[in-house]
């Protein structure tokens, strides 16, 4: 798969290791495709994840990768390094596909957001509560909920839910103009109703 700059090789297997030579032989494909049409890849964010079933047996999957290599003799680094983390179009995907990485980096990015557009204005002077609602709509909301619908299933995931709704209570708290200690559920309902 290809979008723009970010470009993915997916590849299966019974092990690991066949996954990985797999994925290997089709990169070497788009490095000989990108060359001819006069383009290259960034090698530097060359990476490689594998994902197995949480309770299979290492032994009949072929254990661990540690890394691979890959044929390019234009070029010295012909290595690619295994990661547990990456990063595509936006969605932080972990190799246990655990989706607390994503949420947490969200809900800070949604955090940071905030004090940036606190410079805006205050309860005393600057936007009124009606404008902070519509810029945290338009954007926060967005940032708090990027790649939600990829990873939410509604089973077992009280924690990640726990995590955005403290992000969205403490803006709850300057949208309304009350106290950092006021309980957000009489002010959701009062507000928001």
């Avoid at 070029?75 to 989706?99: A, Q």
């Avoid at 606190?118 to 708090?144: D, E, Q, T």
Wanted: hydrophobic letters at 40%; aromatic letters at 8%; proline letters at 3%.
């Amino acid at each position: 798969m290809m979008y723009i700059d970010d470009g993915a090789i997916y590849a299966t297997s019974a092990t690991t290791i066949a996954a990985a030579e797999s994925a290997v032989k089709g990169y070497n494909e788009v490095l000989n495709w990108l060359k001819d049409n006069g383009l290259e890849a960034d090698l530097a964010k060359t990476k490689l994840m594998t994902f197995k079933q949480s309770r299979s047996n290492p032994n009949l999957i072929g254990g661990h990768v540690h890394g691979a290599r890959y044929v390019d003799p234009a070029h010295s680094r012909n290595k690619i390094t295994m990661v547990k983390h990456v990063k595509y179009l936006g969605v932080h995907i972990t190799h246990d596909l655990k989706w607390t990485c994503h949420v947490e980096i969200m809900a800070n990015r949604a955090r940071s957001t905030i004090k940036g557009i606190n410079v805006l204005g205050n309860s005393v002077r600057g936007l009124n509560f009606l404008n902070w609602r519509k810029v945290y709509n338009a954007l926060i909301i967005p940032v708090l909920t990027y790649g939600v619908h990829i990873w939410y299933t509604s089973v077992n995931q009280k924690g990640l839910i726990n995590c955005l709704q403290v992000t969205q209570n403490d803006r709850i708290r300057k949208i309304t103009g009350v106290f950092k200690t006021t309980p957000t559920e009489p002010v959701v309902t009062h507000y928001f109703i």
